[in-house]
């Protein structure tokens, strides 16, 4: 497998296995074929961590919008500065320079937006321990997703920790209706499981890289 065939999501079983036992725990079958086609669209690595998925969603990082700006050969740049008051962080604002355009992107993002406090009795988490990094990566991924007209993809980190129950292992939804699934007798050749998609979501799977070409 070519790394253009990696970076378009044509994952073989073992490499599946690996993705839904790191950047896709816990999704549904759903969920798991909506990030690779995802990631087949946009061309992003999984394995890199440029995009992954949750119970909560598909998310692309900071560093995965750089790589589409890049990619354009329309990026021209980019630059964020903080604001200050009373001597605590207040807002962050990226700047994005694209070459097509006369004028640049400027997004502001402000802290309290954004901030997620750590439930009493946990460490502090990635908020309040460098909260100018988890402001900064919210501005960035704004402005470039404005400059560079990415829809339907977002930072983990602009979102709220309000992950759903996970769906049972055994039971999926399949066109609005709830349906019990089996998974497929076939196992990988490299590590001795079964193939982590379902039957009934397999199909779906090789049908749209079928349409797409693949």
Same mark, same amino acid.
Request: net charge positive.
């Given at each position: 497998m070519s790394n253009a065939c990696v970076a378009v999501g044509e994952y073989n079983a073992h490499q599946r296995e690996i993705l839904l036992e790191t950047v896709a725990k816990g999704c549904s079958p759903e969920q798991f074929m909506l990030m690779l086609?995802? +990631? $087949?669209k946009y061309q992003l690595d999984p394995f890199a961590r440029q995009i992954w998925a949750t119970r909560a969603g598909i998310f692309v990082g900071r560093d995965g919008f750089l790589t589409l700006a890049h990619r354009s050969?329309?990026?021209? &740049?980019?630059?964020? =500065?903080?604001?200050e008051r009373d001597g605590k962080l207040f807002s962050a604002t990226c700047t994005v320079w694209h070459k097509a355009m006369s004028h640049p992107f400027r997004v502001t993002v402000r802290l309290d937006e954004f901030f997620r406090p750590t439930p009493p009795g946990k460490k502090p988490g990635a908020w309040e321990r460098m909260p100018y990094v988890m402001l900064q990566k919210c501005a960035e991924s704004? +402005?470039?997703r404005r400059a560079f007209c990415v829809t339907g993809l977002y930072d983990e980190a602009e979102f709220p920790p309000n992950i759903p129950e996970p769906v049972p292992e055994t039971t999926a939804t399949i066109d609005g209706e709830p349906a019990t699934?089996?998974?497929?007798?076939?196992?990988?050749?490299?590590? &001795?499981?079964?193939?982590?998609? =379902?039957? +009934?979501f $397999?199909? $779906?799977y090789s049908d749209a890289f079928a349409a797409a070409g693949k």
């Open positions: 086609e995802l +990631a $087949r050969g329309d990026f021209d &740049g980019m630059e964020t =500065t903080f604001e704004h +402005a470039l699934v089996e998974r497929l007798p076939g196992k990988c050749s490299r590590c &001795g499981k079964r193939d982590p998609l =379902t039957l +009934a $397999r199909q $779906r």
